[in-house]
């Protein structure tokens, strides 16, 4: 069923926003505010995954890893009402300004 859902069109972030979510609700995550760290946690896990998997150099399971920490991700930032495209937007514009190394030496 999920394929079908999940066809390979391309998404906005905020459409994944709200898929994960509504999905994570179906499967009884019905994650508030006062869970930040919880769900912090749990991407923390998903990162520690992720190095296991650099390690063991298995790409594939470091593909998975980063997927799950960006489904994590985009749940938080739907339950705490943060949209994470504008924000990335933002962020990446504030980047752009910066120095090389924003303050570290060159070697």
């Known amino acids: 069923m999920a394929s079908k859902i999940l066809n390979g069109r391309s998404r906005s972030i905020k459409e994944w926003q709200s898929l994960v979510t509504d999905w994570a609700v179906t ?12 769900m912090l946690l749990r991407i923390h896990s998903e990162v520690s995954e992720a190095s296991e998997a650099v390690r063991d150099k298995n ?30 937007i933002k962020k990446h514009n504030k980047n752009v300004d910066r120095p090389h190394l924003h303050g570290r030496k060159k070697k």
């Open 27 to 38: 499967k009884g995550f019905s994650w508030t505010r006062e869970d930040v760290d919880t």
């Open 59 to 88: 790409v594939e399971e470091f593909a998975e890893e980063l997927a799950d920490i960006f489904i994590r991700l985009v749940n938080l930032c739907e339950v705490w009402k943060i949209d994470l495209e504008e924000e990335v």
